[in-house]
């Protein structure tokens, strides 16, 4: 059950870290750290990940600014409680971390396989331009009977088919993580710029009930 729970939530990521490790929180004396991670995409744009790391595989003392690593883990989630209410946070956990050579190039920099069940009904709609979209949230189940609520968006004819999913349906999923910049307006009128992820699926398809 242990190693089935590791295969459903697989990501791997490569970049350039571009900040400096904040900590997080400590576990039977072993203390996370937050580090942000710029991920170039195919095209001139790039994507700014956060990636939780154990100071037992990366040293989180010294500047690691500007450093290309390789990280491989699951993408997670968690309810933080502010403004009195919940808010989702997302961040990549890492497992392995690799510093990448020189000249190293990666053909593929931003990975992730899920597998997992549809929690709320997805939103299906279309831009002013006519392109299909449809909205996933995602529950992946992680060990000790916890689970990671994930964002996932659609396009094309994904987007159709995701719209037609009932809740509770059992899928496989494989895309990219991508981050979004938005304005979020507050209670006292002011407007805050802040970052959504979420996954971008290339591929998606739903599980045989017999798996």
């Given at each position: 059950m242990t190693e089935r729970v590791f295969q459903n939530n697989q990501a791997v990521v490569a970049g350039e870290v571009v900040s400096e490790f904040t900590f997080s929180h400590e576990l039977y004396g072993e203390g996370f750290y937050n580090v942000d991670l710029k991920v170039d995409r195919l095209s001139d744009a790039y994507d700014i990940i956060p990636v939780m790391i154990s100071e037992r595989i990366i040293d989180v003392k010294e500047n690691q600014i500007g450093r290309r690593i390789e990280v491989k883990g699951q993408f997670r989630s968690?309810?933080?409680?502010?403004?009195?209410?919940?808010r989702l946070i997302l961040s990549l956990f890492a497992r392995e971390v690799r510093e990448m050579e020189d000249e190293e190039?990666?053909?593929?920099?931003?990975?992730?396989?899920?597998?997992?069940?549809?929690c709320k009904k997805p939103i299906y709609r279309m831009t002013p331009l006519g392109r299909e979209i449809a909205d996933l949230l995602l529950a992946v189940n992680r060990a000790y009977g916890k689970s990671d609520y994930i964002p996932c968006i659609c396009w094309g004819?994904?987007?159709?088919?995701?719209?037609?999913?009932?809740?509770?349906?059992?899928?496989?999923?494989?895309?990219?993580?991508?981050?979004?910049?938005?304005?979020?307006?507050?209670?006292?009128?002011?407007?805050?710029?802040?970052?959504?992820?979420?996954?971008?699926?290339?591929?998606?398809?739903?599980?045989?009930?017999?798996?």
């Open positions: 968690y309810n933080k409680h502010e403004d009195y209410k919940n190039e990666y053909s593929k920099p931003n990975q992730i396989y899920l597998d997992g069940f549809i004819r994904n987007a159709r088919f995701a719209g037609s999913l009932e809740v509770g349906a059992h899928i496989r999923l494989w895309g990219r993580i991508q981050s979004r910049q938005y304005q979020k307006k507050m209670s006292d009128e002011t407007v805050i710029n802040r970052v959504a992820y979420e996954i971008s699926v290339s591929k998606i398809e739903c599980c045989d009930e017999e798996e």
